[in-house]
């Protein structure tokens, strides 16, 4: 069974803070992929990043970056110098090979002014 | 960049009404889209996959009588509640991706509220 856990429901921040956001996931497969996707007030899932299981190098797009660790079935998510606009919730993902995407419960990221 | 377009966006139905909900691959043929339902402050829970040309498959506890899945070209895919329930109020959310891949986003509609009285 797939499984992916988001330990922080909430955070909040200051703007220019920086945040992180934890996943931990669990699966029997050996190939999968894992995602981050973001959800404004609006509703609309927003997709950020995909890693593979064999691609544990970590990345930095702008303001966001991430830490895959196959060693310790996590991928956290930072978010550098928060903006208002980055309030959102956040779900960490998991697709393994049956094609079907497995949702973290969400992190509700709210930075204030 | 792939773009899935979800229609109605919100809907109010009375109890005992069906309702459909269409999800369109606008740019992109997409032979397998997902539908997802989302309950208030709670993360996405997949109800089924939904195949074109064939049977949709339904998640463990998902009635698929009561949400009826049919995907009858490789760029729609429609949800339809029927007989709908004050309790089948929710956040319903239809994603593809471009390609049959695993390694491929999904790309997700905006989602449609419905709210039944």
């Known amino acids: 069974a797939q499984k992916v856990t988001q330990a922080q429901t909430e955070i909040s921040v200051v703007e220019k803070e920086d945040v992180t956001l934890d996943c931990v996931y669990e699966?029997?497969?050996?190939?999968?992929?894992l995602f981050w996707y973001k959800q404004p007030p609006s509703g609309e899932l927003v997709f950020l990043i995909r890693?593979?299981?064999?691609?544990?190098q970590n990345e930095i797009s702008g303001r966001y970056s991430w830490n895959f660790q196959k060693s310790t079935s996590s991928f956290n998510f930072t978010i550098t110098a928060s903006q208002v606009v980055d309030s959102a919730v956040y779900f960490c993902?998991?697709?393994?090979?049956?094609?079907?995407?497995?949702f973290g419960a969400g992190t509700t990221v709210t930075v204030r002014a | 960049g792939a773009v899935v377009s979800q229609h109605p966006s919100r809907v109010i139905c009375k109890s005992g009404t069906s309702v459909k909900i269409e999800c369109r691959s606008l740019?992109?043929?997409?032979?397998?889209m997902f539908w997802y339902r989302q309950f208030p402050k709670q993360s996405l829970m997949l109800m089924a996959t939904?195949?074109?040309?064939?049977?949709?498959?339904?998640e463990q506890g998902v009635e698929k009588d009561k949400f009826l899945i049919n995907h009858a070209s490789l760029t729609l895919s429609t949800l339809t509640v029927t007989s709908a329930h004050p309790e089948d109020s929710s956040f319903y959310i239809c994603?593809?991706?471009?390609?049959?891949?695993?390694?491929?986003?999904?790309?997700f509609g905006n989602g449609t509220r419905l709210t039944v009285t």
């Open positions: 740019d992109f043929q997409a032979t397998t």
């Open positions: 993902a998991l697709r393994p090979n049956d094609y079907k995407l497995s």
């Open positions: 890693r593979n299981s064999f691609d544990e």
């Open positions: 699966t029997r497969d050996t190939t999968y992929y």
């Open positions: 939904s195949n074109e040309g064939s049977k949709a498959t339904y």
């Open positions: 994603s593809a991706s471009p390609v049959s891949s695993y390694n491929s986003p999904l790309h």
